[in-house]
């Protein structure tokens, strides 16, 4: 079992900033992957970002060169840095886990782009 919470949301003017932050918990060392889902109203959720357990990257077309996404493994955290906001990125965010086949979640959090 893994327990992940988020924090870091918000609301922010369009061309400002913000960084998500997910703390997991539990069964740590059996994690392959970590990253970010969005989810607006109306849409299906969708990856933002993901990371490896080896550091790789992968992020969605859309937010390549503005997001960031890192893993200290040392504190279990990952985040995201999130610059240039534009209001399409308003969305849900969620923090996701892959631990071998199964998926974890957390509990989400909002972040509104908006003048």
């Known amino acids: 079992q893994v327990q992940l919470v988020e924090s870091g949301g918000g609301l922010v003017q369009p061309g400002g900033s913000l960084r998500l932050s997910c703390a997991a918990s539990?069964?740590?060392?059996?994690?392959?992957?970590m990253g970010w889902f969005r989810q607006a109203p109306g849409k299906q959720r969708e990856l933002v970002a993901r990371i490896t357990s080896d550091g790789r990257t992968h992020y969605v077309r859309s937010v390549q060169g503005r997001f960031t996404i890192s893993r200290d493994n040392a504190k279990n955290t990952v985040r995201l840095q999130m610059n240039s906001l534009k209001p399409e990125d308003t969305a849900v965010y969620y923090c996701h886990a892959l631990v071998a086949l199964d998926d974890y979640w957390g509990q989400g959090t909002q972040v509104t782009v908006s003048s």
């Open positions: 539990g069964s740590i060392f059996s994690i392959n992957s």
